[in-house]
């Protein structure tokens, strides 16, 4: 199983921006789908943006137009930059990892511990 490492998150103010950043322990990062889910307060986990092996991505609605989903295959990390940050995205963020791209929770196999995102109005 691929440990996965999340870093990033914080306390921020409505409007404003954060990077997180996912570090994979394995060497066949670069084959893998990675993605970003969240996990609000009192809610189901959701998805947020997968980006496949060759650099291609998808997005939930809500983060369309203010997040970006990236990645480094030499650094085995994906990165999630997030702007123009709403109280309604505070949430647990988890990064996780799949064999094909999905926008689906459950086709991912490993996850991290996740990040706490806050956004303050």
């Known amino acids: 199983q691929v440990q996965l490492t999340e870093s990033g998150g914080g306390l921020v103010q409505a409007g404003g921006s954060l990077r997180l950043s996912c570090v994979a322990s394995?060497?066949?990062?670069?084959?893998?789908?990675m993605a970003w889910f969240r996990q609000p307060p009192g809610k189901e986990r959701e998805f947020v943006a997968v980006?496949?092996?060759?650099?291609?991505?998808r997005y939930a609605d809500s983060a369309e137009g203010r997040f970006t989903i990236s990645r480094d295959n030499a650094k085995n990390t994906v990165y999630l930059q997030m702007n123009s940050l709403k109280v309604e995205d505070t949430a647990e963020y988890y990064c996780?990892?799949?064999?094909?791209?999905?926008?689906?929770?459950?086709?991912?196999?490993?996850w991290g511990q996740g990040t706490q995102v806050t956004v303050s109005s």
């Open positions: 996780a990892e799949s064999a094909f791209v999905s926008l689906n929770a459950r086709d991912f196999r490993s």
């Open positions: 394995a060497r066949a990062f670069p084959n893998y789908a």
């Open positions: 980006i496949s092996p060759s650099g291609g991505t």
